[in-house]
């Protein structure tokens, strides 16, 4: 086992800093400003962009949809933060989605999304994305681009191997970052070693309706479970997982978690476990975790609490798992779309690590260990190596694929994006990224079928590429054509949040069935107005209910009578529109929470807690029509112990 000093570390630091620096001179050498490559990216005002691209939000906790080639920002979609631009986590309806065991958590760090498959290709029915903090999973519709359905999971923390997908969407895993007491208990810390756990979750997706259930967790050594990625094609029913500090050190990671010349890549056979479970394998443990779900008919969450969850103990599922030694605390794992190849980021180092799947499972069936790590055999590393890439760069984390025998990997440290060949390892080409870039992601490019025409480096540091806006810019991401032999950065733009991964799918699969409108008709919210004359306010002891209903340009009703100071109030608020993008939004003078935006055919409900007597005004939040700023109603608040009867009214 190599050591590694601290020495080298604060040499890859001071890499890093001067990559930031050195290159920042190149901006006019590479070709961004010329005419051909303007024309690649430019989308004319009225036409439409070619791909989708969904990023995440990273510390925003949300996922944002942008357009490739142009790079414009089309819309934020809220996951794990409340959002009062929509009204998301403040509504009454969608305060449940961030209901966790921990109780109301309004914020998450979202790392990777992944667009689900049929046959490992994308099918674009959802979206998913993980919570990094408060462990959790998240569901989005590619028809509506609601999230629809968030699981927590238990017996984990920092839930970073997270969300990928298996080849027909049967399974989305999460693998935990940090291994953790389980059961949680008081216990020394330094008593890590031997006795935290790591769990990797396999929460299934119905097929129907992609309702998403905790099926098994496996019971791993208390490493850190980094990065993941499916099995595909002949690897099919097997999933791969980055490991770093195998060492299980407790404290100052950084050097002791970087002694190990070699930490390992888990090959989890899934499919065996799944076997061994539906006959009965695995042990129920007592747990608490949140499923929250949104329905589309109510327009309405619910969150119900689960209190067990199947644990498999690796051990006792002969066959199903494997260490495969991967060098230098490997970061991305990432399998082509043959599903032959598996690729390991050693981030500590220059070159990647190829593993073949054909020649681990030689291995296996030939018994070749090189010994065991808690019962778990570990396979010889020359035994299922298919080759390395030297790649001459440095810091290598994530690599997709273009579907034409390319792959494509990130240098964070030396800032670059390097082009090598599956089969042979090597080199076809290099460019560099403006500045340390993390993922990178071509549409596909992590499926059996990618669209390989650009690729998308995700930069963690944008300095001097834009125009400054105090300390801290927005992330930035360039686009490169990969249509011929060598790469050619097109384009900058700047992303929201952190965007660590992003799944990409054309447009042409996902614009047709965008949804338009809800129907009216179709409306199963309990407190919708449905017509105009069923618009009224109701009194429950100190609960006042306001159904409302809104259309261009007024609210039914717009005057209120009878609200007293220490009452409730709750606003239910039908949009009548069914036309396309008319939504109407409602703000509520002193309300402690957001407006609402109500899209057409929708009900939101927004609670209002009135603490001062007087006339106060609610209004329309959107500019729907040319008499929006009419658009607005008023409230009048009396006295707790006023007699003023209840009374609503329009027009009158
Ligand atoms: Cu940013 Cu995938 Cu969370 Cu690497 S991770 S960069
Ligand atoms: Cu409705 Cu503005």
């Keep these: 086992m190599k050591k590694?000093?601290?020495?080298?570390?604060?040499?890859?630091?001071?890499?890093?800093?001067?990559?930031?620096?050195n290159d920042s001179g190149k901006k006019s050498s590479n070709g961004a400003l010329s005419s051909n490559n303007a024309e690649k990216v430019y989308v004319a005002p009225g036409e439409q962009d070619e791909f989708y691209a969904f990023m995440s939000g990273g510390y925003s906790g949300n996922l944002t949809v942008y357009g490739l080639p142009s790079g414009r920002m089309f819309k934020e979609i809220p996951v794990f933060s409340q959002f009062p631009t929509s009204g998301y986590g403040y509504s009454e309806e969608t305060k449940p989605m961030l209901n966790t065991s921990f109780g109301f958590v309004p914020w998450d760090d979202s790392h990777h999304p992944d667009i689900s498959q049929t046959n490992g290709e994308l099918d674009g029915r959802w979206i998913f994305i993980n919570g990094n903090n408060t462990p959790r999973i998240a569901r989005i519709s590619?028809?509506?681009?609601?999230?629809?359905?968030?699981?927590?999971?238990?017996?984990?923390?920092?839930?970073?191997?997270?969300?990928?997908?298996?080849?027909?969407?049967?399974?989305?895993?999460?693998?935990?970052?940090?291994?953790?007491?389980?059961?949680?208990?008081?216990?020394?810390?330094?008593?890590?070693?031997?006795n935290f756990k790591g769990a990797l979750s396999f929460v299934s997706v119905d097929p129907e309706d992609g309702r998403l259930d905790l099926k098994f967790q496996i019971m791993m050594p208390g490493f850190n479970y980094d990065l993941s990625h499916p099995g595909r094609g002949k690897s099919h029913g097997w999933f791969f997982f980055t490991t770093y500090n195998t060492e299980e050190a407790n404290s100052l990671l950084e050097v002791n978690a970087s002694q190990n010349d070699?930490?390992?890549?888990?090959?989890?056979?899934?499919?065996?476990?799944?076997?061994?479970?539906?006959?009965?394998?695995?042990?129920?443990?007592?747990?608490?975790?949140?499923?929250?779900?949104?329905?589309?008919?109510?327009?309405t969450a619910t969150s119900t609490m689960k209190k067990e969850v199947l644990t498999v103990d690796p051990t006792k599922v002969p066959g199903?798992?494997?260490?495969?030694?991967?060098?230098?605390?490997?970061?991305?794992?990432?399998?082509?779309?043959?599903?032959?190849?598996?690729?390991g980021n050693g981030k500590l180092s220059a070159d990647l690590?190829?593993?073949?799947?054909?020649?681990?499972?030689?291995?296996?069936?030939?018994?070749?260990?090189?010994?065991?790590?808690?019962?778990?055999p570990i396979l010889k590393f020359e035994d299922v190596l298919a080759g390395t890439v030297k790649s001459g760069g440095l810091g290598p984390l994530h690599t997709e694929f273009d579907g034409k025998g390319n792959a494509y990997t990130t240098f964070f440290i030396s800032s670059e994006v390097v082009k090598w060949k599956l089969g042979t390892w090597e080199v076809i080409d290099r460019k560099p990224t403006y500045y340390s870039v993390g993922h990178l992601m071509i549409p596909g490019g992590n499926s059996a079928k990618p669209f390989g025409k650009y690729v998308v480096a995700m930069n963690k540091?944008?300095?001097?590429?834009?125009?400054?806006?105090?300390?801290?810019?927005?992330?930035?991401?360039?686009?490169?054509?990969?249509?011929?032999?060598?790469?050619?950065?097109?384009?900058?733009?700047?992303?929201?949040?952190?965007?660590?991964y992003a799944a990409g799918i054309p447009a042409e699969i996902l614009a047709p069935k965008s949804q338009k409108i809800y129907k009216l008709a179709e409306n199963k919210h309990p407190m919708a107005t449905l017509g105009v004359n069923d618009a009224r306010v109701e009194r429950k002891g100190n609960e006042v209910h306001v159904y409302m209903a809104m259309i261009r340009s007024h609210f039914t009703p717009d005057n209120i009578e009878g609200i007293k100071v220490g009452d409730k109030v709750y606003f239910h608020i039908t949009n009548h529109e069914q036309d396309f993008d008319v939504p109407h939004g409602f703000a509520m003078i002193g309300a402690n929470n957001s407006e609402l935006l109500i899209m057409p055919?929708?009900?939101?409900?927004?609670?209002?807690?009135?603490?001062?007597?007087?006339?106060?005004?609610?209004?329309?939040?959107?500019?729907?029509?040319?008499?929006?700023?009419?658009?607005q109603g008023y409230v009048r608040v009396s006295p707790a112990n006023s007699n003023i009867d209840l009374s609503w009214s329009l027009g009158e």
Excluded at 266 to 284: L, S
Excluded at 356 to 375: N, Q, T, V
Excluded at 471 to 499: C, N, R, V
Excluded at 602 to 624: A, I, N
């Design 461 to 500: 540091i944008t300095k001097d590429r834009y125009l400054p806006t105090g300390p801290e810019l927005e992330h930035s991401a360039q686009l490169y054509d990969i249509t011929g032999d060598k790469m050619e950065l097109i384009y900058d733009f700047p992303t929201h949040g952190e965007p660590h």
């Design 142 to 194: 590619l028809k509506t681009f609601e999230t629809e359905e968030i699981i927590e999971l238990p017996n984990s923390a920092g839930n970073h191997s997270s969300s990928f997908i298996t080849e027909n969407t049967e399974y989305v895993v999460a693998g935990t970052r940090f291994s953790v007491p389980v059961p949680q208990r008081d216990m020394p810390i330094n008593e890590y070693k031997g």
């Design 320 to 343: 199903a798992v494997y260490f495969l030694p991967t060098p230098k605390s490997p970061h991305g794992c990432d399998v082509d779309p043959s599903g032959n190849y598996i690729i």
């Design 4 to 21: 590694i000093n601290y020495s080298i570390l604060a040499l890859l630091g001071l890499v890093m800093v001067f990559t930031g620096c």
């Design 601 to 631: 055919g929708q009900t939101k409900s927004l609670v209002w807690e009135p603490k001062e007597v007087g006339v106060w005004p609610f209004y329309c939040t959107d500019f729907c029509s040319a008499l929006h700023q009419e658009m």
């Design 262 to 299: 070699k930490d390992f890549i888990a090959a989890i056979n899934w499919k065996k476990i799944e076997e061994y479970v539906n006959n009965g394998g695995g042990t129920k443990m007592p747990a608490n975790y949140a499923h929250n779900v949104y329905d589309e008919g109510t327009h």
């Design 353 to 376: 690590t190829v593993h073949s799947f054909d020649r681990m499972l030689a291995a296996i069936e030939g018994k070749k260990f090189d010994g065991e790590a808690y019962g778990i």
